[in-house]
């Protein structure tokens, strides 16, 4: 694919960084799909995944590739944590700073290459903690 195209901010491009932009809760692939469907009734899952990786590619958004979940996108911002509902499974920033030289630190103690990584906390949010939600169990 010729750079140019990929770089340029399609009207689908454009759909889906606006819902990034507009949301903090980390939608999937098909939540980004059914949302921006109902401003362009025929853009395609395809599409859709497509415009996901070059926005990757650029640096411009983010995939969490969180475990036994599928993956989830936000835009691409400051370092931080994330913390997952084990009941729910829904996916919220934690706006704890993050250690810039953690990378580093590791790079060093092992001799890896680290390109990046991710934080995750586990458990059960405020609201499937309520006592009439029943889907909260400690293990």
Sequence with gaps: MNTDNRSRLTRQRRAILDLLKSTRAHPTADEI???V???????????VYRNLQVLIDSGEAAVLDIRG???RYELRRESHC???????GRVID???P???GFDDKVSRETGFVVSGHQIEFR???AIC???SQNTYKES
Excluded: M
């Design 94 to 96: 934690i706006d704890e």
């Design 33 to 35: 799909y059914e949302e």
């Design 69 to 71: 979940t599928l993956s």
């Design 82 to 88: 994330h913390f997952r509902c084990q009941a729910c």
């Design 123 to 125: 458990g059960w949010c």
């Design 129 to 131: 903690r309520q006592p």
């Design 98 to 100: 993050v250690d810039p």
């Design 37 to 47: 469907r109902k401003d362009l009734p025929n853009i395609s899952k395809g599409t």
